[in-house]
Structure formats: C-alpha cells, structure tokens
C-alpha cells in the first residue's frame, strides 16, 4: 500500500495540481514569443518574391502592361488613301417605264399581240419561235407526231417507228438508247442495228460496239 502510494507521488501529478512546466513545448501548438515585433519568422520554401517588373513590360505611364510585337509578314497593309477631293462618278439619268414593260409583256401573252400600239412593227415573240419550230419538226405520220411532241429526237423516232410501230413501250426505250449511243460518236445505222440486234438493250449494244464487230 505504501509503496504504491509513492509511486504515484513520484511518477504521477496530483488531480488538482497544474503540471509542472516542461522544457520542450507541445508539438500540438506552436511556441508564442513575448515580443512578437520583434521576433524574426522565417520565409516559407514555397512562397516565393514577386519579381520587379521589368522596364520592357511596363507601360508608358508607369502602369503594368503587356507589349504585342507583330512580325511584318502578319501585319495588313492599310487600304490606300483616296483624295476627297476626287471627281464624282456621273450617274445615269436614264428612267426606266415599268409600266411600259408591264403593257408589252402582257402583250405577249395574247394569241395576236398587237405591237403597233407600242409603236413596234416586227416584235419577235416566244410563241411565234415555237410554233415556227414545231413545224420545222413536225411529220405527215401521225404516230410519229405523237412521239415527238413528247420530246423525243425526230431521227431516232422515225427509225423505231418503222421497225415497232406504234409501240409506247419500244419506242422511247429505243429512242433514249439510240440518242445516248449517237452521243458517243457512232454512226446511225450503226446504233440502229446494234439496238436491233439486242432488244435496246444499251450496254450490250456498246459492247459490241467495242468488241470491234460492228
């Protein structure tokens, strides 16, 4: 009992006794100096001084600044410099009649234009080109009329005719490849026989074309 008694007055501190001051402080908490002004802390490793600003980067009024410096070759050139005191550019004074247009075009829509109220003798008009260019083409057979006048080539038209008749199936099917076939630069009869010969068919008809037995 005694010796347990000393040991704790020996090694430890009583309940209600602050304990007695130690030579090294706690790691927990740093050490506060008496005179904080006057005590010297020392710089941390990652903290570094800001540099001056160099004499290049900084502006002309003193200020901090960025300098841009362009090569020639990125540069653009300034437009040139036009005089203001340069002549005008006359304009032109013609005044157009849109309502005169306006009359002539409708004009031209009606089956006999009169153009002499407009003061034109010889007006060409668009209906008169085709009317004179469907008779240019047009044929005494009737079949063949029909084909034409669905746009079909007239040559082309009048060989399926004679050789299918009035076929509406054949005949364009003959015309479309007799047209491409006379494109590429073969001769009439030529084409003619070769679609003929294999059933309008038009790649075999250039097939042998180019197997050189026409």
Avoid: C
């Amino acid at each position: 009992m005694e010796y347990d008694y000393n040991r704790n007055r020996s090694g430890q501190h009583p309940m209600y006794r602050p304990p007695p001051p130690s030579s090294q402080p706690s790691p927990m908490y740093p050490k506060i100096g008496p005179h904080p002004q006057s005590a010297v802390t020392r710089p941390s490793p990652y903290h570094q001084n800001p540099h001056p600003p160099s004499s290049s980067a900084s502006g002309g009024g003193g200020g901090l600044g960025i300098r841009v410096t362009i090569k020639p070759q990125y540069k653009i050139t300034p437009p040139p410099h036009l005089s203001p005191y340069g002549a005008d550019i006359p304009r032109s004074s013609f005044q157009f009649d849109f309502g005169l247009e306006r009359k002539i075009l409708a004009e031209s829509h009606k089956d006999n234009p009169n153009w002499t109220k407009f003061g034109i003798e010889n007006f060409p008009t668009k209906q008169l080109s085709q009317s004179t260019s469907s008779s240019k083409f047009s044929s005494s057979n009737p079949v063949e009329s029909k084909y034409i006048s669905m746009g079909l080539n007239r040559e082309a038209v009048s060989i399926a005719v004679a050789n299918y008749g009035d076929n509406p199936a054949k005949v364009p099917e003959f015309v479309n490849g007799y047209t491409l076939l006379r494109e590429m630069g073969f001769s009439s009869n030529s084409v003619a026989e070769a679609l003929f010969m294999h059933d309008n068919d038009t790649d075999k008809a250039l097939a042998h074309f180019l197997s050189g037995s026409s």
